[in-house]
């Protein structure tokens, strides 16, 4: 019998830190997922405190040497987050990895948190297989976005911050602001058209995947879109970020790198 596979993935988000070992060969958590809510004071070593407690919760689980995928809501380049959000400022600049790697003793992968969830749907999910340049966009209370090019990630991508008309893109476009401003799925279908039609324009993608929890209701939106790019909904919902820092996770230590662009295999 062939051993089971396992990274840990763990997704660090304003309200919950959540976490699971990820099975890297089906995609899915091989137990329960644990969650632990966010510090009301998001510091880095609050937070890394949260992370270790995960940790140890499926230490039992886990091969001492087995590495962990973190998703930050953060833009995070060389290990260092470069932003915030939802989180405390003191993050910005911080040498994340380093301080959680010295924490937890374990490798660390550090991966912006759309950036994860891109790489889950290219590896298990709606884009499995997909050739040439797939978007994933995140609707939710901003717009994340990852970019995955013949299964290499392109990361830190943040297209929900691209000027159009004049605003800052998810200022219009996001599913938070469609909540706020009471809009029907008609109406935010426009301003989404008119985001799809700019990125499309700008990237000539071969595939988009639209994630955050609105994509649920994709039926009622995305027949809308007049696009040439088709466009789908996401198919691994709320684990897509512990799946994709997992099998980031692993297939960085396995090819013994870190803070690089990772090269996934679709077809293994």
């Not at 392109?154 to 809009?183: T, Y």
């Amino acid at each position: 019998m062939v051993a089971q596979r396992l990274a840990l993935g763990i997704d660090v988000g304003g309200s919950g830190i959540k976490g699971a070992p990820v099975d890297l060969d089906a995609g899915e958590f091989s137990t329960e997922r644990r969650r632990i809510a966010t510090p009301k004071k998001s510091t880095p070593q609050n937070v890394a405190e949260v992370i270790a407690e995960l940790v140890d919760h499926f230490a039992d689980q886990l091969d001492p040497k087995t590495p962990v995928g973190i998703t930050m809501p953060a833009i995070v380049h060389h290990g260092v987050t470069m932003s915030a959000a939802n989180i405390d400022d003191a993050w910005i600049g911080f040498e994340a990895e380093k301080l959680l790697e010295e924490t937890l003793g374990r490798d660390v992968y550090l991966v912006n948190d759309a950036d994860a969830a891109g790489v889950a749907e290219s590896r298990y999910g709606a884009a499995k297989g997909a050739e040439g340049l797939v978007i994933m966009t995140t609707l939710g209370t901003g717009i994340g976005s990852a970019m995955i090019h013949n299964g290499v990630l392109i990361p830190n991508s943040e297209l929900g911050h691209l000027e159009i008309d004049g605003h800052d893109a998810e200022s219009r476009a996001a599913s938070r602001v469609k909540e706020e401003e009471g809009l029907s799925y008609k109406k935010w279908a426009k301003r989404l058209q008119r985001y799809y039609e700019v990125v499309e324009f700008l990237f000539s993608p071969d595939l988009f995947v639209v994630g955050g929890g609105v994509s649920r209701d994709a039926d009622e939106f995305l027949p809308l879109l007049k696009l040439r790019t088709p466009i789908v909904p996401a198919k691994l919902r709320n684990t897509a970020g512990i799946v994709g820092a997992a099998h980031l996770a692993a297939d960085l230590q396995e090819r013994g790198l870190s803070h690089v662009t990772p090269e996934l295999d679709s077809n293994a």
